[in-house]
């Protein structure tokens, strides 16, 4: 019952999200026609996806690593796992309701068996992956706002809106990567203390003190590295690719977006796929594309006739290019990393037959 009342709920939500986004921006979930005037720009669209998936996958290798050391000296987090469960994982983040799939990543990173990483230490280098990668996005979409801003063509009050929307989650991402920083320099001592909080349920208590200690002992993992820069540089590449790969499909269905537009628009869209919403974030995703195509497309009242029909045509084959590669991009992806999910386990089992090492 708990597991049908979600997927209804979640499609409730995406039927009320899609109104929205058609009632206020005229987004069409299925438009009537998808026009492709470049079609060089969709195809690089399509093969940016790879190195897109790829850096999205391996960059947690910078936190990882660290874990796998200090359990067991001059070993890293296999690699064959590491990019198997990035793949699969995005997969099935698309496709369970209310982004539950988010769980996915450090399940499968635990699977992986490696020394020093458990589940309490997956969750929390892809929370802090999921923090940095916040904080970004609101950076992005304040800085491309303000380049952006002879571009920007929408009413006032909806640039305000996403300016607010864009603050307040700019605030609860670097609240939590304060947080995370604090954390780091004492884990025993957060652990201890949330314990303390929740010392009227003692067993409670002292489950949740050490799943905190343990998350934050992977926050100082990775500060004791030395790794955050070199995560927040792998993640900038991984954005930038991001916001290349969305301006090619501005470019092959003949929307006019300049870099910096490209960049605020994927922001907004971040930002509005981050709300819980129905599977393959049908709703969310057209309501930050909607949004964005509000404030930086030449408005369709303005143009007659024949015109406004290809405008139309252009801006909605955007909308539904974009909501679509993804999703085709991630069953692309899940193939091969189910693959190597394969290769990593068949490796487990080997060297447990073998017998440890000497």
Do not use: N
């Not at 001592?189 to 949740?208: H, K, T």
């Amino acid at each position: 019952m708990r597991r049908v009342a979600l997927w209804v709920g979640s499609v409730v939500a995406s039927i009320v999200m899609l109104w929205v986004a058609r009632a206020q921006f005229g987004v069409q979930l299925v438009p009537d026609d998808v026009a492709i005037v470049d079609v060089t720009a969709l195809v690089a669209a399509c093969v940016l996806h790879v190195p897109y998936a790829v850096l999205r996958a391996l960059r947690l290798q910078v936190g990882l690593d660290p874990l796998v050391a200090a359990a067991s000296p001059g070993d890293r987090f296999d690699r064959r796992a590491l990019l198997g469960s990035g793949f699969v994982s995005f997969l099935v983040l698309l496709v369970l309701p209310f982004k539950l799939g988010e769980a996915s990543r450090p399940i499968l990173l635990a699977r992986a068996e490696q020394p020093g990483v458990g589940v309490a230490e997956a969750v929390g280098v892809v929370g802090l992956e999921r923090v940095i990668d916040g904080v970004l996005i609101c950076a992005m979409l304040f800085g491309g706002l303000a380049l952006a801003h002879a571009d920007l063509v929408g009413a006032p009050e909806q640039l305000v809106l996403v300016q607010r929307f864009g603050q307040w989650m700019g605030v609860v991402f670097v609240a939590a990567l304060a947080f995370a920083l604090l954390a780091a320099r004492d884990p025993a001592a957060w652990g201890a203390r949330i314990a303390r909080w929740l010392a009227w349920q003692p067993r409670l208590a002292s489950w949740v003190g050490a799943v905190v200690e343990r998350v934050a002992e992977s926050f100082a993992a990775l500060l004791g590295a030395r790794r955050l820069g070199v995560l927040v540089v792998i993640s900038l590449a991984y954005w930038a690719v991001t916001v290349a790969q969305l301006g090619a499909v501005a470019r092959a269905c003949g929307v006019d977006l300049s870099w910096a537009a490209a960049a605020a628009t994927v922001a907004i869209i971040g930002l509005s796929i981050q709300l819980p919403g129905g599977p393959a974030q049908t709703g969310t995703f057209q309501v930050g594309a909607g949004a964005a195509m509000a404030l930086f497309v030449h408005d369709a009242d303005a143009l007659e006739g024949t015109a406004r029909l290809a405008h139309a045509a252009h801006v909605h084959g955007f909308v539904a290019t974009m909501f679509a590669l993804p999703l085709l991009g991630a069953v692309a992806m899940a193939v091969p990393g189910l693959w190597l999910l394969a290769r990593a386990r068949a490796a487990r089992l080997a060297a447990g037959r073998e017998g440890p090492a000497p």
